[in-house]
């Protein structure tokens, strides 16, 4: 199935070739979770600190394990960031 | 010196400058900078006073630890009856002054009265003397700062001074410091012309000493920068990205208000972001972002250096503008682009940069820019008022020329410097100022974020991000992550973020620290350089005190509890798309809680039994 990816920061340099700034489409298998997307790009557990689906925030472990995808979502993933 | 036991006291009216001890029984109960000098204020100011007149005062203040080797040790701000909201205001600067004035031996300096003539104060250690400014009157802040600098041949001396936009009255004007620092909100530049104030230059020799327990501050300070640098926030993220990281982040969560907060989201976000900033462009192959950039003591380091586009048309055929200067920051940027609408990265800088040289806050310059973008759309005003320019949003040519025009003084100025509030008010459009206590709204939109709206609301400078900052917790998980939309815990949540800021804001420290730091790094550095206990418990009450104290003045000053409240836009009309789809600010839920997390009565007045609680 095809997923959007955005990955942002520092985490850009894990996206794969492409024109977009932060964005790519993506195909992968139709049963992938969210935490073997990430790790499938070779995103650390400590490095994807914000995970959105499609902006709804996804907290780390568990239920990044179970959250399985469905076709057309987009994943956004920051390092940890701050600001104000 | 932790504390230097010592304050200036500079009557503007009589021309005179004296030197008095601190007030340690008050230094004991607030700290310094912000918690001591509102003391100061509150017990030297009738809160009913006129902001803009002689008897209102304006206090310069340090921390305890401004000057030290604390990390991020070198804060200082700006004290006084705001004129923006008639509230109490405190503004926090960074750079390099408040250092300068600890080593020149002063906790604070106090002005009060008002000058016949333009005037700027020089204060040279325990030297300090009025001189005249009446050259300096018309300039801007960076002619200003170049001026007296060529004057006294110290390329040491440090400088916070106006522009011309406070001396045209602007509401919301900033005091700059070493050239693109500001103590920005709530128009504490404006109260410093209104005193015929120009300057304040400053170079101190005498360094810091006297700190309670010298080894135990070393080894508090060096853990406290270790935890900084071992932070994957403050070590790594601040420092590459700065606060500009934020923009893709809160639009991705569906918090990012646009023009003028009629819409939340905004698709040019990405081109106005930190990852923006950092591409290469293709007139010479340089990004905006030059550098980043620290202030006094600082290890974190998270200030943008910027250039624009030597081609773009904002300074194509200005070489004054073509160099690097203070860059975007996360809320200049949203208010000077996702709420006027305008995704043109060159544009905004060189926008900013303009607000750095003539000093006012771009955040209350943008959202009333926003505001008259949505009156100048719906019909309400017309090329007439604005000098011939058709002022859309989006549309980035006529935002630069209106801010041209604006900082010179031109048509269109003495409204728009009013700020939203009484801008809309004036052309009877109340409902589309977004303001709490006649203060412009940063960068993060209450129906999306609830904690946040309900810390605009509560915030006793009206509305700021920086009295509360909830968005750590409820966007990005710091110390712990909550849920944007509950309102459950929010009450508590904005209490304990208000309070620990207000300390944080008294020491001396950036409250970027409390990224990595708890207040259990904080308290072991305060109580080693402080005599007195100053152990976490003591100082979340120091904080909560300085809290009801600041209340006490806007009480005092004729606000009640129907002044903590947020814009029927905001509380009625939903958002549109987006995950946050749907929403409205919850306030009427949260605020009866925080009441009564606060020990306050139902209609928000501080009881005796509170009072007395903390000491006031």
């Given at each position: ?6 990955f942002y920061?520092s ?6 070739p ?10 992968v298998d139709?049963?992938i979770?969210?935490?073997?997307l990430?790790?499938q790009f070779?995103?650390?557990?400590a ?8 902006g709804?925030f996804?907290?780390c ?6 959250r399985?995808?469905?076709e ?5 993933i920051w390092p ?5 | 010196?932790?504390w ?10 009589k021309?005179s ?8 029984e ?12 509102s003391?100061?204020l ?5 809160p009913?006073c ?5 008897d ?7 921390g ?7 990390s991020?040790?070198g ?6 009856k705001?004129p923006?909201?008639g509230?109490i ?5 960074g750079?390099?002054?408040?250092a ?9 300096i106090?002005?009060?009265?008002k000058?016949d003539?333009?005037?700027?104060l ?7 003397e ?9 300039k ?17 001396m440090r400088?916070?001074?106006i ?7 602007c509401l919301?004007?900033a005091?700059m410091?070493?050239r693109?620092?500001?103590?920005g909100r709530?128009?504490?530049g ?10 304040v ?9 006297n700190?309670d ?7 508090a300070?060096n853990?406290?920068?270790a935890?900084?640098?071992?932070n ?6 601040l420092p590459?990205?700065g606060?500009q ?6 639009n991705?969560?569906?918090?990012l208000?646009?023009?003028n ?6 698709e ?8 923006a900033?950092?591409e290469?462009?293709?007139s ?9 950039g620290?202030?006094f003591?600082?290890?974190i380091a998270?200030?943008?250096i ?11 055929d200005?070489?004054q503008?073509q160099g690097s ?7 200049a940027a ?5 709420d006027?609408?305008?995704?043109d990265l060159d544009?905004?800088t060189y926008v900013n ?8 806050d771009?955040?209350?310059?943008g959202?009333?820019v926003?505001?008259?973008m ?6 309400v005003?017309?090329?007439k008022?604005t ?6 949003f989006?549309?980035a040519?006529?935002?630069v ?16 410097g ?6 809309t ?7 589309l100022?977004m ?6 709204f940063p960068a ?10 309900l810390?605009y609301a509560?915030?006793n ?12 917790s409820e ?5 712990v ?9 929010k009450?508590?949540?904005v ?6 800021t ?5 020491a ?5 620290t409390?990224?990595a730091w708890?207040?259990?790094n904080i308290?072991?550095q305060?109580?080693a350089a402080?005599?007195?206990d100053?152990s976490?418990?003591?100082c ?12 006490l003045?806007?009480e005092?000053?004729?606000f009640?509890a129907d002044d ?10 939903a958002i549109?798309h987006g995950?946050t789809k749907?929403?409205v600010?919850r ?7 925080y ?10 007045k ?6 007395q609680?903390?000491?006031?």
């Amino acid at each position: 199935m095809n997923l959007n990816i955005e990955f942002y920061a520092s985490l850009m340099k894990y996206l794969p070739p492409g024109k977009s700034r932060f964005r790519r489409e993506v195909k992968v298998d139709d049963d992938i979770t969210l935490s073997r997307l990430i790790s499938q790009f070779h995103i650390s557990e400590a490095e994807a600190h914000l995970v959105l689906v499609n902006g709804h925030f996804v907290n780390c472990g568990e239920d990044r394990a179970q959250r399985k995808l469905t076709e057309g979502d987009t994943v956004s993933i920051w390092p940890p960031v701050a600001g104000g | 010196m932790s504390w230097t036991r010592k304050i200036l006291r500079v009557d503007l009216s009589k021309g005179s400058c004296k030197s008095e001890p601190l007030n340690m029984e008050w230094a004991k109960l607030y700290l310094g900078q912000r918690g001591l000098a509102s003391k100061y204020l509150s017990e030297e100011v009738d809160p009913k006073c006129d902001a803009l007149g002689p008897d209102n005062k304006m206090i310069m203040a340090t921390g305890p630890l401004t000057g030290t080797m604390a990390s991020t040790g070198g804060r200082y701000s700006v004290i006084t009856k705001g004129p923006l909201t008639g509230a109490i205001a405190c503004s926090n600067s960074g750079g390099f002054f408040g250092a300068e004035l600890k080593y020149a031996g002063w906790d604070m300096i106090i002005f009060e009265g008002k000058s016949d003539k333009p005037v700027y104060l020089l204060v040279q250690d325990d030297k300090a003397e009025l001189r005249s400014a009446e050259h300096l009157w018309g300039k801007t802040a960076w002619a200003t700062d170049d001026s007296i600098h060529a004057t006294h041949q110290d390329p040491q001396m440090r400088v916070a001074c106006i522009g011309r936009t406070a001396e045209n009255g602007c509401l919301y004007a900033a005091i700059m410091n070493d050239r693109h620092r500001a103590a920005g909100r709530s128009g504490v530049g404006t109260v410093m012309a209104s005193k015929n104030l120009k300057a304040v230059a400053v170079r101190g020799t005498q360094g810091i000493g006297n700190v309670d327990d010298a080894e135990a501050f070393a080894s508090a300070t060096n853990d406290g920068k270790a935890v900084l640098a071992e932070n994957a926030v403050t070590g790594q993220g601040l420092p590459a990205y700065g606060t500009q990281v934020l923009m893709n982040v809160i639009n991705g969560v569906g918090g990012l208000p646009a023009r003028n907060m009629r819409d939340v989201g905004f698709e040019g976000a990405e081109h106005i972001s930190a990852e923006a900033m950092a591409e290469p462009r293709k007139s010479d192959g340089k990004p905006n972002l030059t550098t980043n950039g620290a202030c006094f003591g600082c290890t974190i380091a998270c200030g943008r250096i910027s250039t624009v586009d030597p081609t773009h048309f904002s300074v194509k055929d200005k070489p004054q503008y073509q160099g690097s200067s203070g860059g975007l920051e996360y809320e200049a940027a949203w208010s000077l682009g996702a709420d006027t609408g305008i995704d043109d990265l060159d544009a905004i800088t060189y926008v900013n940069f303009l607000c750095n040289e003539d000093g006012m806050d771009p955040i209350s310059y943008g959202a009333t820019v926003a505001a008259a973008m949505e009156m100048f759309e719906d019909g309400v005003i017309t090329t007439k008022e604005t000098g011939g320019i058709e002022l859309r949003f989006g549309d980035a040519k006529a935002f630069v020329a209106l801010t041209e025009q604006f900082v010179s003084g031109g048509a269109f100025s003495a409204d728009l410097g009013m700020g939203s509030k009484r801008l809309t008010e004036k052309y009877g459009k109340p409902d589309l100022s977004m303001t709490v206590k006649g203060q412009e709204f940063p960068a993060y939109d209450p129906r999306g974020i609830q904690g946040i709206g309900l810390n605009y609301a509560t915030s006793n400078r009206g509305a700021c991000h920086l009295r509360g900052y909830t968005i750590a917790s409820e966007v990005l998980g710091i110390p712990v992550k909550t849920e944007l939309n509950d309102t459950d815990g929010k009450a508590e949540l904005v209490k304990a973020f208000q309070d620990a800021t207000a300390l944080v804001d008294s020491a001396g420290l950036c409250i970027f620290t409390t990224f990595a730091w708890g207040m259990d790094n904080i308290a072991p550095q305060i109580d080693a350089a402080c005599e007195g206990d100053w152990s976490v418990e003591n100082c979340l009450e120091t904080g909560e005190r300085i809290w009801n104290m600041e209340r006490l003045f806007n009480e005092a000053a004729g606000f009640t509890a129907d002044d903590d409240k947020l814009p029927k836009r905001l509380l009625e009309e939903a958002i549109k798309h987006g995950p946050t789809k749907g929403q409205v600010s919850r306030l009427g839920e949260m605020l009866p809680k925080y009441y009564e997390a606060r020990g306050w009565t139902a209609d928000g007045k501080i009881p005796d039994e509170t009072r007395q609680r903390l000491s006031l």
